[in-house]
């Protein structure tokens, strides 16, 4: 049978010939602590194929991805309207990226998002979203004329050198200095902002509605108020919704939830690409944009290689009329409810188990010191090695024993967050909060492979201090 493709590439011949390679070329090329830490937590599978919330490995198993690729896959994996209008947008060979001429796409895209937002005015398209919150710190300082931003501690905005600024966990900033000029205050603490904004030199509040890192929301009436505090003190109020955004917590923006919220700019990213096409957004007032963009000198003063791509806009566009069609806002509310409500009526039966918070499907489940003699002792081994090591001894066995995907929240913390594709129902919430009840089980029978692999876990973290 004659090959009709153009050129001598064959990408399907390369991964069969190679793809078993997968974890000796990420050892040999890449990060090499990759491979070394999923080996260690027995997380090294070889996964074949993806669809919806689901993998499946060579021998036919599935598994539950309730991490979304950190909340990328907000469709799930390969949604069909998706993967139709990229085949489209290739199909079509349109002239991208001439960077003279304006192109329909990323006006349209604009629009969709938009009339989601309708408070905001312009939006700029980069290509991720710490790209995004760089775009949003450069137009605060720049609409305001001021140059520090404030942000929150255990914040997480992003990793190259402006949002890493924004950053609240030292164990990503040290090592990095010298940063940019910015301060810490403690989500919800309206004094801190009041005695920072008296200094006269805040350009902006860069803040996550829902914290990433240990699932915390603003408490109510914070963000509402520290935007009028802002206001006062002509200082922009900026919400990174890159995670929490398009449907996350149950509404479109996580800001929603608080009546009054206005922010003056939104950053977005993740889910917008559905998956496939890298794509960050910074959505914005009309008065910021014509402050940065003031004349045709200052046309390309903020601009970005591949920002507004055509791969990037389809892949956006699809997402958004998804979204609209199937409902998927209304999805995340109805079926984070549910599983935040299972999940929360086995606080009371199990002693390790602290706490279950979150909007939507973004859900934190906390684990705390145990009041039986036993389990504290166990409880202490594992703190005194390193804090985090007993929600990692939940993970595993989701994965291991019940082929379950989740993952700890942050480094040092003992929750898991649970970020599953925006897709589920109630299937899917049946499957895990069986299988979490299980390994709760498990864990306060005070035997068993559980606590054999926690001592495994202990002894690597006291190998690598």
Not at 83 to 112: I, K, N, W, Y
Not at 445 to 458: A, E, I, K, N, Q
Request: hydrophobic share 40%.
């Amino acid at each position: 049978m004659k090959d009709n493709r153009p050129g001598g590439f064959d990408l399907a011949k390369l991964l069969a010939e190679r793809g078993d390679e997968r974890y000796e070329l990420h050892a040999r090329h890449l990060n090499h602590q990759l491979p070394r830490m999923l080996r260690t937590i027995g997380f090294d599978r070889v996964y074949e194929r993806a669809q919806g919330a689901y993998f499946w490995d060579a021998d036919g198993n599935d598994y539950l991805d309730m991490l979304a690729g950190f909340g990328v896959m907000g469709l799930g994996r390969h949604h069909p309207v998706v993967r139709q209008a990229l085949h489209d947008v290739l199909d079509a060979s349109l002239a991208d990226l001439t960077r003279f001429d304006c192109q329909p796409l990323p006006g349209l895209l604009a629009e969709r998002l938009l009339a989601h937002s309708p408070h905001l005015d312009r939006v700029f398209f980069g290509n991720s979203g710490t790209e995004a919150v760089e775009t949003a710190l450069k137009f605060a300082r720049y609409a305001t004329g001021k140059p520090r931003i404030l942000y929150c501690d255990h914040a997480f905005h992003g990793l190259t050198t402006g949002s890493l600024s924004v950053n609240g966990e030292d164990g990503f900033r040290d090592g990095f200095a010298p940063l940019l000029p910015d301060t810490a205050i403690e989500l919800g603490d309206l004094d801190a902002l009041r005695r920072e904004l008296r200094r006269g030199d805040v350009a902006a509040l860069i803040v996550e509605p829902v914290q990433g890192k240990g699932v915390h929301a603003a408490p109510p009436g914070f963000l509402r108020e520290a935007q009028e505090l802002l206001h006062q003190h002509k200082a922009l109020l900026i919400a990174d919704e890159v995670q929490t955004g398009l449907g996350r917590t149950g509404d479109f923006y996580a800001y929603q939830h608080e009546e009054g919220v206005e922010p003056d700019l939104v950053c977005v990213a993740k889910a917008l690409s559905g998956g496939y096409v890298p794509v960050g957004a910074t959505l914005g007032k009309e008065s910021v944009f014509k402050r940065v963009y003031s004349s045709m000198d200052r046309v390309l003063v903020h601009s970005a290689s591949f920002g507004s791509n055509a791969q990037a806009m389809a892949a956006g566009l699809a997402v958004l009329a998804v979204m609209e069609d199937e409902e998927t806002v209304a999805n995340a509310r109805r079926t984070g409810d549910l599983l935040r409500e299972r999940l929360a009526g086995l606080v009371d039966r199990y002693e390790l188990l602290h706490e279950v918070r979150g909007r939507g499907l973004m859900i934190g489940i906390e684990f705390g010191r145990p009041s039986s003699l036993k389990l504290r002792s166990r409880w202490a081994m594992l703190q005194a090695a390193r804090k985090g090591l007993f929600a990692q001894m939940v993970v595993v066995p989701l994965l291991r024993k019940h082929r379950i995907l989740t993952q700890v929240s942050g480094d040092h913390l003992e929750v898991i967050k649970l970020i599953p594709p925006l897709v589920i129902g109630e299937a899917e919430v049946e499957r895990f909060v069986t299988a979490f009840t299980a390994v709760m089980d498990d864990a306060h029978s005070g035997g068993g492979l559980m606590w054999d692999f926690g001592r495994t876990l202990v002894k690597q973290a006291v190998a690598n201090r």
